[in-house]
Each structure stands twice: as structure tokens, then as C-alpha cells.
């Protein structure tokens, strides 16, 4: 652990429902960096709002107005992004299995997690209510033992956002 990494996490009730506003994906035609972002709507629930794939490099433009989508359960393959099924940007394999985040915020949540050296539960931990992200994180990831590797593995996965490509 690093002399600069947060001491303590305490769990803040995130679940993978908080980082779908924002996707980070690969194009499908050019296969370089792109975006799935929530379009305003008056859709009451905010899962179901309208999506739009966004690619800055080729200008591919795809619109979502489903009324389904499959979240990504496990660690045993490239992840995907629920409404387009477009493969996740921020993602790389390790040899226990796949790594991945919807984007930036939901990868330094993954990171501050792992660094920590004291994780605290959520208060209601206890409950029944256990479906938090970082509760629902494959044990791999949560093992110390394996520390060091998934810190290199989220700096790299960080690192393909600044060196697309």
C-alpha cells in the first residue's frame, strides 16, 4: 500500500445504477473511444431514459429508446454497456478474471476500495441490504492478496482514456 492511499473506505452506498448517466465504450465502426450518455427526459425513472452512442472520432451517432436493458453480472468476459451493447472502454483481463468500469468515477471508486486498508460496510450492511457495488465486487478483487495487481490494472485501464487506442 502506498504511503498516500487513503487509510480507511467507507462504503458509500453506490450501486452500478449510479454510473449509467455516462458510459465509456468502444465504437463500433472505428473502435476508438466513445460515449453512451442519458438524454433528458421526462421519464420518471432515469434507468429507462433515452441513451445516444457518441463517437467524437468517426461521428457515429445510435439512439436507445428500449425499455429493457442487461446489466453485466461477473468477471468471466468483456463487459459490455446495458443499452447499446457496445464493449466497455475501461476494461482488461487479469489472470482471475475481467476488470472493468462504466466510467471514471465507478474505476476510482474501484481503486479506493482496493487501496484502503481498513474498508468499513455500509451502516445497514447488516440488513439484508447487500447490493452496494463495492459488496457485489468478485472476491478477487476484494482479496489483499491480490492488491497490488488490480492497482496496476485500474492505473493502466485509466491510462487507455489518455492514450486512446
Known amino acids: ?41 421526462a421519464e420518471e425513472r432515469p434507468l429507462f431514459a433515452p441513451r445516444r452512442l457518441v ?3 468517426c461521428g457515429l451517432m445510435r439512439a436507445w429508446t ?13 463487459a459490455e454497456d446495458p443499452y447499446l451493447r457496445a464493449r466497455l472502454w475501461l476494461q ?3 489472470r482471475h478474471g ?11 471508486l474501484i481503486r479506493r476500495y482496493v487501496d484502503a486498508g481498513l474498508r468499513e460496510r455500509a451502516d ?8 452496494t457495488l463495492v459488496a457485489r465486487l468478485p472476491t478477487w478483487i476484494k482479496s489483499a492478496k491480490h492488491r497490488d495487481e488490480v492497482l496496476r490494472t485500474v492505473d493502466r485501464i485509466r491510462a487507455s482514456v489518455l492514450t486512446p487506442g
Not at 98 to 108: F, N, T, V
Not at 124 to 131: E, I, P, R, V
Open 92 to 94: 482488461r483481463e487479469t
Open 1 to 41: 500500500m502506498s504511503a498516500a492511499s487513503p487509510v480507511r473506505f467507507r462504503d458509500p452506498r453506490s450501486t452500478e445504477y449510479d454510473f449509467l448517466d455516462s458510459i465509456l465504450v468502444h465504437c463500433p465502426r472505428c473502435d476508438r473511444l466513445a460515449r453512451v450518455r442519458r438524454q433528458p427526459h
Open 124 to 131: 445497514w450492511y447488516d440488513t439484508g441490504q447487500k447490493m
Open 55 to 57: 463517437c467524437r472520432s
Open 98 to 108: 475481467w476488470l472493468w468500469a462504466y466510467d471514471l468515477g465507478h474505476l476510482d
Open 66 to 78: 428500449g425499455r429493457g436493458i442487461g446489466l453485466w453480472a461477473g468477471s468471466r468476459g468483456p
